[in-house]
């Protein structure tokens, strides 16, 4: 994998930088940039998984967002920055927990930018949430777009109101003169997985007959490449100072099981629990765990189910004309998450769960092929 990757780097450029590499987007955006032959040094930290960084050529420094000294000797001699890295949760948290939701996300994202400028880094693309993007109050279904606002007179999440926040810490850069751009991510669904993601492992547990029942409500979904293109498009396209929402596609929940019984042939849940009952319930568990156990993870939390109860739409109107977004589909990016588990991760045991079928191979093939993940079937050595 590490030759494929990365034999076209060119040394004599400056390297690109980028945090969060080893989680879900991070890893794909790596594997995209160094299939471009972009030099690319990752801020990793010692103590964590960084297996989605195995074996790739890439300049590696160990450091945490917070600690602005360490993100100061990170990004000097980078041009270009790609902020990835956040503390992604949807529970409501201690005290502690939710401090370090901040200080992650919203204080991580000032020292990012502060050291990126002091070192005249160049153009920062900041991922951001659409959790933290504003819509119409009467109708949260209408689609958003870039000029809404984060509405914060309702109860949120920590870290809604942390991406929020992270947003305007973007914009006080930019009153500085400094070059930033947002690019707005949904629910990202896609391959080179490796922690895994909520919905990597949703998918994983459906497999495993874990998955009993669903709520209702809908989400925008994006496959990990549509987002990475977004990055990308965002660094040589997109306008300083400003934000692109990124989406493939709105999915209902029921037809992203439909799309998890297609790839792995496990008949999906069909008790459909209505979201004001599973609301109730999730308030009591999430009270509890939130409070006393709040690494444990929880499925339905009532800030997921809330988020979804409102089945929000993406305008992405906005990145289509003018960065000439063109984003693929969520079933391309299910098959191909579900090719990575099958032959890399190897934890889809349950032998009711098909093998990816020869399309849907050839498929994930050419698409993870394309962000430069060889997979090969059977193997395991994807
Ligand atoms: N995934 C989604 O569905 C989704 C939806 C909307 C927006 N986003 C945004 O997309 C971005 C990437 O999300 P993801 O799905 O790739 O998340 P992820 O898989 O959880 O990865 C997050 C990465 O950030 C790093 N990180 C967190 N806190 C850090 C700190 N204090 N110092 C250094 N590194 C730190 C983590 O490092 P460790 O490995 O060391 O923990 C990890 O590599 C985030 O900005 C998130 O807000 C994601």
């Known amino acids: 994998m590490t030759s494929d990757l990365s034999t076209s780097a060119d040394a004599s450029t400056p390297p690109v930088f980028v945090t969060g590499s080893a989680g879900h987007v991070g890893a794909n955006l790596v594997r995209r940039l160094l299939k471009d032959g972009t030099r690319i040094r990752v801020l990793l930290r010692n103590e964590d998984n960084n297996r989605a960084l195995e074996g790739l050529e890439v ?6 967002i917070r600690d602005l000294n360490a993100m100061r000797r990170a990004v000097a001699g980078c041009q270009g920055v790609y902020h990835v890295a956040a503390m992604i949760s949807t529970i409501e948290g201690n005290r502690a ?7 992650c996300n919203v204080l991580g994202t000032r020292n990012v930018l502060q050291a990126a400028r002091e070192a005249q880094a160049g153009r920062v693309v900041v991922t951001g949430s659409f959790s933290a993007v504003g819509y119409n109050l009467d109708n949260p279904s209408a689609p958003s777009d870039e000029t809404m606002q984060f509405y914060p007179m309702e109860r949120t999440m920590p870290y809604e109101r942390s991406k929020a926040l992270v947003e305007h810490e973007c914009w006080r850069a930019v009153a500085q003169g400094q070059d930033v751009i947002v690019a707005t991510c949904c629910a990202v669904i896609g391959g080179a997985d490796y922690f895994p993601s909520r919905l990597g492992r949703t998918l994983c547990d459906y497999t495993g007959g874990k998955l009993r029942a669903y709520v209702d409500g809908g989400f925008e979904f994006v496959a990990a490449r549509d987002i990475v293109e977004g990055h990308l498009l965002c660094m040589h396209r997109g306008r300083s100072g400003e934000k692109y929402i990124f989406s493939s596609e709105y999915k209902t929940i029921s037809e992203i099981l439909d799309l998890f019984e297609e790839v ?7 008790r459909r629990i209505p ?5 109730a319930f999730s308030e009591v568990a999430s009270f509890y765990l939130s409070r006393f156990h709040p690494d444990f993870p929880q499925r339905f939390t009532p800030g997921a189910i809330r988020l979804l109860k409102k089945c929000r739409h993406a305008d992405t109107g906005k990145a ?9 589909s969520i079933r391309a990016a299910v098959h191909e998450a579900y090719a990575f588990h099958y ?31 060889p997979v090969s079937p059977g193997g395991g050595s994807m």
């Open 97 to 103: 927990y939710r401090r370090k939701v901040y200080e």
């Open 320 to 328: 289509r004309s003018e960065l000439g977004f063109q984003p693929t």
């Open 59 to 64: 300049e590696r420094v160990f450091g945490d």
């Open 264 to 270: 792995s042939g496990v008949p999906r849940p069909a």
């Open 275 to 279: 979201s004001h009952m599973m609301l």
């Open 343 to 373: 032959y890399q991760r190897n934890v889809i045991t349950n032998p009711l769960a098909k093998r990816p079928s020869e399309s849907a191979v050839r498929q994930a093939e050419s698409s993870l092929a394309n962000q430069g993940i």
